[in-house]
Protein backbone atom coordinates (compact mmCIF):
# COMPACT_ATOMS: atom_id res chain seq x y z
CA UNK A 1 0.00 0.00 0.00
CA UNK A 2 1.19 3.40 -1.04
CA UNK A 3 1.99 6.15 1.96
CA UNK A 4 -0.42 8.18 0.23
CA UNK A 5 -2.98 6.02 0.92
CA UNK A 6 -2.12 4.50 3.79
CA UNK A 7 -2.33 8.12 5.33
CA UNK A 8 -5.31 8.51 3.53
CA UNK A 9 -6.99 5.33 4.83
CA UNK A 10 -5.18 6.33 8.61
CA UNK A 11 -6.94 9.69 8.71
CA UNK A 12 -10.22 7.85 7.65
CA UNK A 13 -9.76 5.20 10.53
CA UNK A 14 -8.82 8.18 12.85
CA UNK A 15 -11.96 10.19 12.10
CA UNK A 16 -14.02 7.16 12.38
CA UNK A 17 -12.62 6.75 15.91
CA UNK A 18 -12.61 9.83 16.93
CA UNK A 19 -16.59 9.83 16.25
CA UNK A 20 -17.15 6.58 17.81
CA UNK A 21 -15.78 7.44 20.34
CA UNK A 22 -16.16 11.17 20.47
CA UNK A 23 -14.94 13.52 22.98
CA UNK A 24 -15.50 11.37 26.20
CA UNK A 25 -12.34 9.22 25.51
CA UNK A 26 -10.43 11.62 26.85
CA UNK A 27 -12.94 12.51 29.53
CA UNK A 28 -14.51 9.61 30.63
CA UNK A 29 -13.60 8.08 33.95
CA UNK A 30 -14.18 5.05 35.36
CA UNK A 31 -16.61 6.31 38.16
CA UNK A 32 -19.00 7.48 34.89
CA UNK A 33 -18.54 11.30 35.39
CA UNK A 34 -16.82 12.97 32.36
CA UNK A 35 -14.60 15.81 32.82
CA UNK A 36 -14.54 18.15 29.67
CA UNK A 37 -11.98 17.28 26.77
CA UNK A 38 -9.27 18.76 26.36
CA UNK A 39 -5.21 18.48 25.17
CA UNK A 40 -4.65 20.40 28.68
CA UNK A 41 -4.21 17.61 30.34
CA UNK A 42 -1.06 15.79 30.39
CA UNK A 43 -0.28 12.23 28.92
CA UNK A 44 -0.88 10.93 32.62
CA UNK A 45 -4.11 12.33 33.41
CA UNK A 46 -5.36 11.94 30.03
CA UNK A 47 -4.66 7.98 30.14
CA UNK A 48 -6.57 8.41 34.17
CA UNK A 49 -9.48 10.46 32.83
CA UNK A 50 -10.08 7.94 29.99
CA UNK A 51 -11.08 4.77 32.79
CA UNK A 52 -9.52 2.08 30.33
CA UNK A 53 -6.04 2.46 31.67
CA UNK A 54 -5.90 1.54 34.89
CA UNK A 55 -3.38 -1.23 34.90
CA UNK A 56 -1.12 1.26 32.41
CA UNK A 57 -1.50 4.29 35.06
CA UNK A 58 -0.97 1.83 38.05
CA UNK A 59 2.48 0.67 36.23
CA UNK A 60 3.81 4.24 35.83
CA UNK A 61 3.33 4.50 39.38
CA UNK A 62 4.91 1.64 40.58
CA UNK A 63 7.82 2.08 38.32
CA UNK A 64 8.42 6.09 39.13
CA UNK A 65 7.71 7.56 35.50
CA UNK A 66 4.44 9.86 36.47
CA UNK A 67 6.79 12.59 36.72
CA UNK A 68 8.48 11.77 34.10
CA UNK A 69 5.32 11.91 31.67
CA UNK A 70 3.86 14.83 33.42
CA UNK A 71 7.08 16.85 32.49
CA UNK A 72 7.80 19.38 29.82
CA UNK A 73 9.12 17.45 27.20
CA UNK A 74 7.16 15.93 24.30
CA UNK A 75 7.03 12.46 24.30
CA UNK A 76 4.39 9.61 21.86
CA UNK A 77 2.97 6.79 23.83
CA UNK A 78 1.51 3.57 22.69
CA UNK A 79 -0.67 2.86 25.51
CA UNK A 80 -1.96 -0.41 25.90
CA UNK A 81 -5.52 -0.67 26.94
CA UNK A 82 -6.96 -2.54 30.61
CA UNK A 83 -7.86 -5.76 28.06
CA UNK A 84 -4.21 -5.63 26.70
CA UNK A 85 -2.60 -5.90 30.12
CA UNK A 86 -5.53 -8.68 30.53
CA UNK A 87 -3.63 -11.01 28.00
CA UNK A 88 -0.20 -10.82 29.84
CA UNK A 89 -0.35 -14.00 32.02
CA UNK A 90 -0.73 -12.82 35.80
CA UNK A 91 2.59 -14.19 36.54
CA UNK A 92 4.78 -12.14 34.25
CA UNK A 93 2.58 -8.93 35.77
CA UNK A 94 3.40 -9.85 39.50
CA UNK A 95 6.94 -10.48 38.31
CA UNK A 96 7.60 -6.93 36.28
CA UNK A 97 5.43 -5.25 39.21
CA UNK A 98 8.29 -6.45 41.88
CA UNK A 99 11.20 -5.59 39.96
CA UNK A 100 11.20 -2.21 39.12
CA UNK A 101 14.20 -1.93 36.49
CA UNK A 102 12.32 -4.86 34.68
CA UNK A 103 9.02 -2.39 34.71
CA UNK A 104 10.33 0.73 33.59
CA UNK A 105 12.33 -0.89 30.49
CA UNK A 106 8.80 -2.40 29.23
CA UNK A 107 7.02 0.95 29.77
CA UNK A 108 9.84 3.01 28.29
CA UNK A 109 9.32 0.98 25.33
CA UNK A 110 5.76 2.26 24.88
CA UNK A 111 7.36 5.86 25.12
CA UNK A 112 9.02 7.73 22.25
CA UNK A 113 10.59 11.20 22.35
CA UNK A 114 8.75 14.04 20.68
CA UNK A 115 4.89 14.14 19.45
CA UNK A 116 4.87 11.75 16.76
CA UNK A 117 1.02 11.68 14.91
CA UNK A 118 -0.19 9.02 13.25
CA UNK A 119 0.68 10.92 10.35
CA UNK A 120 4.41 10.91 11.41
CA UNK A 121 4.46 7.09 12.36
CA UNK A 122 3.21 5.64 9.39
CA UNK A 123 6.22 6.96 7.58
CA UNK A 124 8.89 5.13 9.63
CA UNK A 125 9.93 2.13 9.44
CA UNK A 126 10.72 2.09 13.24
CA UNK A 127 11.15 4.28 16.22
CA UNK A 128 13.39 4.31 19.15
CA UNK A 129 11.78 4.58 22.20
CA UNK A 130 13.21 5.84 25.92
CA UNK A 131 14.46 2.40 26.77
CA UNK A 132 17.15 2.65 23.97
CA UNK A 133 15.23 -0.10 21.59
CA UNK A 134 13.46 0.51 18.70
CA UNK A 135 9.88 -0.56 18.06
CA UNK A 136 8.82 -1.83 14.18
CA UNK A 137 5.74 0.28 12.28
CA UNK A 138 4.22 -1.68 9.28
CA UNK A 139 0.97 -0.95 7.69
CA UNK A 140 -0.96 -3.91 6.63
CA UNK A 141 -4.63 -3.89 5.51
CA UNK A 142 -4.96 -0.11 6.17
CA UNK A 143 -4.34 -1.03 10.14
CA UNK A 144 -1.01 0.05 11.84
CA UNK A 145 1.18 -2.09 13.79
CA UNK A 146 3.15 -0.88 16.62
CA UNK A 147 5.38 -4.82 16.28
CA UNK A 148 2.48 -7.22 16.70
CA UNK A 149 0.34 -4.47 18.38
CA UNK A 150 -2.65 -2.49 16.16
CA UNK A 151 -3.25 0.83 16.88
CA UNK A 152 -7.27 0.89 17.56
CA UNK A 153 -7.32 4.64 18.74
CA UNK A 154 -4.03 7.51 16.90
CA UNK A 155 -3.59 10.95 17.79
CA UNK A 156 -5.32 11.03 21.32
CA UNK A 157 -3.73 14.65 22.16
CA UNK A 158 -2.49 15.40 25.56
CA UNK A 159 -0.60 18.60 26.54
CA UNK A 160 3.01 17.05 26.45
CA UNK A 161 2.27 14.99 23.80
CA UNK A 162 0.13 11.92 21.89
CA UNK A 163 -1.35 8.66 22.84
CA UNK A 164 -1.67 6.30 20.41
CA UNK A 165 -4.00 3.55 21.71
CA UNK A 166 -2.36 -0.50 21.57
CA UNK A 167 -4.30 -3.90 21.73
CA UNK A 168 -1.10 -5.32 23.13
CA UNK A 169 1.42 -5.04 25.48
CA UNK A 170 4.58 -4.45 23.79
CA UNK A 171 7.93 -6.35 25.28
CA UNK A 172 11.46 -6.08 24.71
CA UNK A 173 13.57 -8.05 23.75
Excluded at 13 to 30: E, H
Excluded at 68 to 95: H, I, M, Q, S, W
Excluded at 110 to 123: I, Q
Aim: without cysteine; hydrophobic residues 45%; positive net charge.
Amino acid sequence: MSTKRTISTLATVTAVAVAAVGPTFASARSDGNAAPASAKQDIVETAAAAGNFDTLTALLKKAGLVKTLRGEGRYTVFAPTDAAFAKVPKKTLNALAKDKTKLRAVLLYHVAKGKLTATKVVKRESIKTLNGQRVRVHVRHGNVYINRARVVTPNVRASNGVIHVINRVLIPR
